[in-house]
């Protein structure tokens, strides 16, 4: 028999051992789970597991039967099943999308009350009476509603006239109506006792009856001045007066055709610090601004006009006086039911202790300035903040 080369030898031996190799007697499985059953961790983790099986399952089908409910349930109940919806377009015209913007806040102006009444066209400045921009030298193309102005640069004042407050004086009484119980008429004149005329002496001629006499000239001293331009000697009055006294009628007579003119109180402005402004207006006339006039603007005027006559008075009777270039700026709260100031919000000064108390005198002593009209109500509301601005001697 011929050798086995060492390669096949290997397979050969390999493949013996294959054969005789015997795999070990199965057990049955219940023998394996009795083997299983008799281990303690075996039973532990067991019982571990039936216990949160038995916890969690119940959890966990109600979170799905709520999540289900959630998706599908109770609050799907009722509708319609889905149909895709039909287009549809509605129309609707709206004047403008854009929002209108609110109107500018009126601004308090001064006006000038020489300057006659004329209401403006356009304009969002408010004063004590109507007027339109004027000036006497005109502004070529001039179109502002302020007239042109030397003064102070970034001075934020309104006033174009400055002049100094008096008490006022009483208005012109009108003049009654007339009488309609007789036409009007010139009135006769009344006699009246004659004045006493002395001529001079040697003036007065005597003459007799014959013609071809002699006449003569009496000259007679009679201890009394003589009488201008008198010819002949008249016995009166010495003080009676020259013309006879004409009876007036108990009430003047008025020609409608000429009506009188309109009574008016005598104004006067304070003094006034100017603010530069050199673009003017074309109009010619007396210096004015573009103006309306408002039940409000005549009411700060007044209010105006009352704390400058007091701001002054005080200083009247103050013998220290601030340095000039002072300023001091107070801002008050003003209410609609009196007019009454009813707290100084706050107080800027450059000229001291002194200086603020005399602005807030000025302004709190003749508090209160009268209760607003219904209009100012309505725009103001029931109370307002003011800024008065004060400056002692030029700024």
Same mark, same amino acid.
Request: neutral net charge.
């Given at each position: 028999?011929?050798?086995?080369?060492?390669?096949?030898?290997?397979?050969? /031996?390999?493949?013996?051992?294959?054969?005789?190799?015997?795999?070990?007697?199965?057990?049955?499985?219940?023998?394996? &789970?009795?083997?299983? &059953? +008799?281990?303690?961790?075996?039973?532990?983790?067991?019982?571990?597991?039936?216990?949160?099986?038995?916890?969690?399952? =119940?959890?966990?089908?109600?979170?799905?039967?709520?999540? !289900?409910?959630?998706?599908?349930?109770?609050?799907?109940?009722?509708?319609?099943?889905?149909?895709?919806?039909?287009?549809?377009?509605?129309?609707? !015209?709206?004047?403008d999308l854009t929002p209108t913007?609110?109107?500018?806040?009126?601004?308090?102006?001064?006006?000038?009350?020489?300057?006659?009444?004329?209401?403006?066209?356009?304009?969002?400045?408010?004063?004590?009476?109507?007027?339109?921009?004027?000036? *006497?030298?005109?502004?070529?193309?001039?179109?502002? $509603?302020?007239?042109?102005?030397?003064?102070?640069?970034?001075m934020d004042v309104t006033q174009?006239?400055?002049?100094?407050? +008096?008490?006022?004086?009483? =208005? *012109? /009484?009108?003049?009654?109506?007339?009488?309609?119980?007789? =036409?009007?008429? +010139?009135?006769?004149?009344?006699?009246?006792?004659?004045?006493?005329?002395?001529?001079?002496?040697?003036?007065?001629?005597?003459?007799?009856?014959? *013609? #071809?006499?002699?006449?003569?000239?009496?000259?007679?001293?009679?201890?009394?001045?003589?009488?201008?331009?008198?010819?002949?000697?008249?016995?009166?009055?010495? $003080?009676?007066?020259?013309?006879?006294?004409?009876?007036?009628?108990?009430?003047?007579?008025?020609?409608?055709?000429?009506?009188?003119?309109?009574?008016?109180?005598?104004?006067?402005?304070? =003094?006034?610090?100017?603010?530069?402004?050199?673009?003017?207006? /074309?109009?010619?006339?007396?210096?004015?601004?573009?103006?309306?006039?408002?039940?409000?603007?005549?009411?700060?005027?007044? &209010?105006?006009?009352?704390?400058?006559?007091?701001?002054?008075?005080?200083?009247?009777?103050?013998?220290?006086?601030?340095?000039?270039?002072?300023?001091?700026?107070?801002?008050?709260?003003?209410?609609?039911?009196?007019?009454?100031?009813?707290?100084?919000?706050?107080?800027?000064s450059n000229g001291g202790s002194?200086? @603020? /108390?005399?602005?807030?005198? +000025?302004?709190? $002593?003749?508090?209160?300035?009268?209760?607003?009209? @219904?209009?100012?109500?309505?725009? &103001?509301? *029931?109370?307002?903040?003011?800024?008065? #601005?004060?400056?002692?001697?030029?700024?």
């Amino acid at each position: 028999m011929p050798p086995i080369p060492p390669q096949r030898r290997h397979i050969r /031996s390999q493949r013996h051992r294959e054969r005789r190799r015997v795999a070990p007697p199965a057990r049955p499985a219940t023998q394996q &789970l009795r083997l299983w &059953l +008799a281990d303690r961790s075996a039973r532990r983790t067991i019982g571990i597991g039936l216990v949160l099986t038995l916890l969690l399952w =119940p959890v966990l089908v109600w979170l799905f039967t709520l999540g !289900m409910g959630h998706l599908s349930g109770s609050h799907m109940a009722g509708r319609q099943p889905y149909e895709k919806p039909k287009p549809s377009f509605d129309i609707e !015209m709206v004047d403008d999308l854009t929002p209108t913007p609110p109107p500018p806040p009126e601004r308090f102006v001064e006006t000038n009350p020489d300057a006659p009444e004329n209401t403006p066209d356009k304009t969002r400045n408010t004063g004590a009476q109507n007027q339109q921009a004027a000036q *006497e030298v005109p502004t070529p193309d001039g179109k502002s $509603d302020t007239p042109a102005l030397e003064g102070k640069k970034d001075m934020d004042v309104t006033q174009i006239v400055s002049g100094r407050l +008096a008490p006022p004086t009483p =208005p *012109e /009484s009108a003049p009654p109506p007339p009488s309609e119980a007789a =036409p009007a008429q +010139a009135a006769a004149p009344v006699p009246s006792a004659p004045r006493e005329q002395i001529p001079l002496s040697g003036d007065q001629e005597i003459t007799g009856e014959s *013609e #071809t006499g002699y006449g003569m000239r009496k000259a007679e001293d009679i201890g009394k001045p003589p009488t201008p331009n008198a010819t002949e000697h008249v016995t009166g009055r010495p $003080d009676a007066p020259d013309a006879p006294i004409v009876a007036q009628d108990a009430q003047p007579q008025i020609d409608p055709r000429r009506p009188q003119p309109r009574p008016r109180v005598n104004k006067n402005v304070r =003094p006034a610090i100017f603010a530069e402004n050199k673009f003017g207006t /074309s109009n010619i006339g007396a210096i004015a601004f573009d103006a309306k006039w408002s039940n409000y603007a005549q009411y700060l005027q007044r &209010l105006i006009d009352t704390v400058q006559v007091q701001w002054e008075r005080i200083l009247d009777n103050t013998r220290t006086f601030p340095p000039t270039g002072t300023k001091v700026t107070v801002k008050f709260r003003l209410e609609a039911t009196k007019g009454a100031v009813s707290e100084i919000i706050d107080t800027e000064s450059n000229g001291g202790s002194q200086a @603020e /108390s005399q602005c807030k005198s +000025a302004i709190t $002593d003749r508090s209160p300035y009268g209760a607003w009209t @219904e209009d100012m109500v309505a725009i &103001l509301g *029931e109370s307002q903040e003011l800024t008065f #601005t004060f400056y002692y001697g030029t700024p």
